[in-house]
């Protein structure tokens, strides 16, 4: 790192120690005894103005105290069949490490359907395990790597993508935005693989609006990207759907706990499931668990983000009318209010 960017780091640093009490305590929560880790984050997000990073980091810090996100992995999402129902329709996992120890986070985008829950349970879901993996599964990385390890990979699979994707695209909008401002930069690489037509066509429409230190990480593979991912990961950390050419994302197979990292039966989320519980267990103190889902404040969408999801919305048009499917299209339209 450069001379001029430690310098940066120091200021940043020297910010921080002006927080209130409140503050300081949920920024521990998030460095998790690496102080300069998330300053440096917040400053690549700000392209290292160090004023604009404290507004982010600041914002952030709010955000987490308003709420409640320090206790956000004591609250599980209950019944076990409502928790499986968000399962079955937001598949995502963590299929193994690659070989440099980075956790290898697999998306089924193709067939997420978001459909069989609320908004606020999908967006509850996705910030635990955003809190799991900073908090026990990085930490529980560094150990086992012996070294320093703040960032994941993410595989995400195309499979199934259909035009009725955009009936989802404004809680996908929201997802993003949530990482965006308050995890910023935990994503080394994003590879995506069985890419249909449809998604091709469009990336190459929303690839010149895409950030350029957004673009530089995603890497379009081709097929199931499994030779590609044997360079970065052994063949046991590679997400089912990229083992074999077809193999798709499929929310069933003949050895579901072995081989699908989305199934709740899969070590990843029994672990993450019961930690949770736990945690309710200790925070209640024998009080019995409420059900209802945690009500996260929605960032606004930003004007950038609504013009990358109403071109997306008009690519999807112009395909579909070039295939004549346009009655498939009746009642589907990006909300950007």
């Known amino acids: 790192m450069s001379n001029a960017h430690q310098e940066v780091i120091k200021q940043f640093l020297s910010l921080m120690e002006n927080v209130d009490d409140r503050m300081k305590e949920t920024f521990q929560n998030m460095h998790n005894g690496y102080p300069t880790e998330p ?18 980091l600041i914002d952030c810090l709010q955000w987490r105290l308003q709420n409640e996100i320090d206790n956000i992995l004591a609250k599980p999402i209950i019944p076990t069949d409502l928790y499986r129902a968000v399962r079955d329709s937001h598949l995502v996992g963590l299929s193994g490490y690659s070989k440099e120890g980075l956790p290898v986070i697999a998306i089924g985008a193709g067939l997420s359907t978001y459909d069989k829950a609320s908004v606020n ?10 809190e799991y993996r900073d908090r026990v599964v990085l930490p529980t990385a560094t ?33 993003a935005k949530i990482d965006d401002l308050n995890y910023p930069e935990k994503t080394a690489t994003y590879y995506i693989v069985n890419v249909p ?53 499929s929310r069933h197979s003949s050895n579901v706990a072995i081989d699908n990292c989305f199934s709740l039966e899969h070590t990843f989320h029994q672990q993450l499931y019961n930690y949770i519980k736990q945690q309710a267990t200790l925070t209640a103190t024998g009080l019995p668990i409420k059900q209802g889902s945690v009500h996260v404040d929605f960032p606004e969408p930003d004007p950038e ?21 346009c009655n498939s299209l009746n009642g589907l339209k990006v909300d950007g209010d």
Not at 121 to 129: D, F, L, N, P, R
């Open 197 to 249: 037509y449809i998604f091709s066509a469009c990336w190459k429409t929303v690839k010149p609006l895409v950030q350029e230190r957004t673009k530089r990480k995603i890497q379009v593979l081709q097929g199931c990207g499994r030779d590609e991912l044997l360079k970065i990961m052994d063949y046991s950390s590679l997400p089912h759907f990229c083992r074999k050419e077809g193999s798709g994302s």
């Open 39 to 56: 300053l440096v984050r917040f400053l690549k997000a700000r392209d290292w103005n160090v004023q604009k990073a404290h507004k982010m």
């Open 143 to 175: 150990e086992k790597y012996g070294q320093h390890i703040s960032k994941c990979v993410k595989v995400l699979d195309m499979t199934g993508l259909k035009l009725s994707a955009l009936n989802q695209i404004k809680l996908l909008t929201t997802i």
């Open 121 to 130: 349970y999908y967006v509850q879901s996705h910030i635990q395990m955003n």
């Open 305 to 325: 983000g609504t013009k990358i999801a109403k071109t997306i919305e008009s690519e999807f048009n112009r395909l579909a009318d070039q295939n004549g499917l």
